[in-house]
């Protein structure tokens, strides 16, 4: 049974429709998960006819059923996972997990005209509100309403089939597989950043952290143009990965923060120019402090990565040389561009696809695992 309000409703869903929730620290299980409606308008008739009839799942007329068949786990997953948060975001109830998703169209609402029952298509993962300031503004990201697939409370899409709304599903051209699909997600993140920091044809940029925030960082400032990266990171794997996907220059460093002044330099001479946009895709007191002091006057500093809630970091020396901080938070309008990215080439997205796994108990569980050790995993991808 589902609940609409105070309605229960009988769905046809339950028995195979199957979820991978989230119960407790490092515990995941594959159970039933029932498709809820989401934009149904709730008359008096459509209740009654509800309770009569007893009637399966109704699509909102605007939103779509998909077969999730390509499906990335993310960082933010993994946190959940190990500790049931991410940042501010508490899991409080079992929760499905996963957002990184494509899929094929299964059922359209009647209003749907652009995308039809065999589509595939790859799902920007959250609902804003469409109605505050922000979302009226185009900075539907920030809307503070916003229901994100596996963000607490919502459910996720690590599942055989979940409803979304159509706008929401972006149909995937034939030269661009599912699992490529699911990528955009984590590539959006790159592609917003380098919007946020106007990458171009003459902007040298640093990236700071080679894991996959960072390597797709890397593949969409290429894409921008930028004409040089450089690229940073304690692990010597990560950083061969990051010269083979096309980093100019690697640089590994150490987590010490004593280090850092003897690193700006060799990070800035493997630049070997001014460094005018720095990526932050870690978010520690060192990779940030790193960032300001290695950024040339007058440049930027993206701030990506959420690793410390708080930070102590030289901000008044940054604010001297007029260096600015940026922020980001997930994204926005840019399934289209990283689609356009993958059908031409222009961006590569399947080196970071390092292991896949099928929807099982032991699948998910060895998934994780694999996930979350880091290691060599860059993105680990199921396939449903």
């Known amino acids: 049974m589902a609940h609409v309000g105070e309605i229960q409703v009988d ?9 991978a929730w989230l119960l407790g620290i490092k515990t995941l299980k594959i159970q039933p998960y029932h498709l809820p409606p989401l934009a149904i308008e709730w008359t008096i008739e459509l209740i009654l006819s509800y309770v009569v009839e007893q009637l399966s799942v109704v699509l909102g007329p605007h939103d779509v059923k998909v077969g999730i068949k390509a499906l990335g786990i993310c960082g ?22 996963g957002h990184e998703c494509a899929g094929i169209i299964e059922e359209v ?55 979304h709304p159509a706008n929401l599903c972006f149909k995937l051209p034939e030269n661009v597989s ?11 993140v790159g592609v917003h950043a380098c919007r946020r920091a106007e990458v171009g044809p003459e902007t040298n940029v640093l990236i700071m952290g080679a894991g996959p925030i960072g390597l797709v960082t890397l593949l969409a400032a290429r894409a921008f143009g930028s004409p040089r990266i450089v690229i940073v990171d304690v692990d010597d794997c990560r950083l061969s990965i990051a010269k083979n996907l096309g980093a100019d220059e690697i640089v590994q460093v150490s987590t010490n923060i004593q280090d850092m002044g003897e690193e700006v330099a060799k990070i800035q001479n493997a630049m070997a120019s001014k460094i005018d946009v720095s990526f932050d895709c870690v978010g520690f007191n ?35 040389r007029e260096v600015d901080v940026i922020g980001i938070f997930r994204y926005r309008n840019t399934w289209p561009l990283c689609i356009e990215f993958l059908r031409t080439g222009k961006i590569d997205v399947k080196p970071l696809i390092t292991h896949r796994f099928g929807f099982s108990q032991k699948g998910i569980e060895d998934a994780f695992q694999t996930s979350a050790a880091g290691g060599n995993a860059i993105k680990v991808m199921f396939n449903l």
Not at 291 to 318: D, R, Y
């Open 178 to 188: 599912l699992e490529e699909g699911a990528m955009c997600e984590p590539l959006s």
């Open 11 to 19: 769905e046809d869903d339950g028995e195979n429709n199957m979820a």
């Open 76 to 97: 933010s997953d993994v946190h959940h996972f190990k500790t049931m948060r991410c940042a501010n975001f508490i899991v409080k109830k079992p929760m499905v997990i």
């Open 286 to 320: 060192k990779t940030m402090s790193t960032a300001l002091n290695a950024t040339g006057t007058g440049g930027k500093v993206c701030l990506i990565g959420l690793a410390q809630s708080e930070m102590t970091i030289p901000l008044t020396m940054a604010a001297v």
């Open 109 to 163: 609402g009647s209003e749907v005209k652009s995308l039809a029952v065999g589509d595939r298509v790859a799902l920007e993962p959250g609902i804003s509100c469409q109605r505050c300031n922000l979302c009226r503004d185009g900075r539907y990201n920030l809307c503070p309403e916003m229901k994100f697939f596996g963000s607490p409370p919502t459910n996720g899409s690590l599942a055989n089939k979940v409803v």
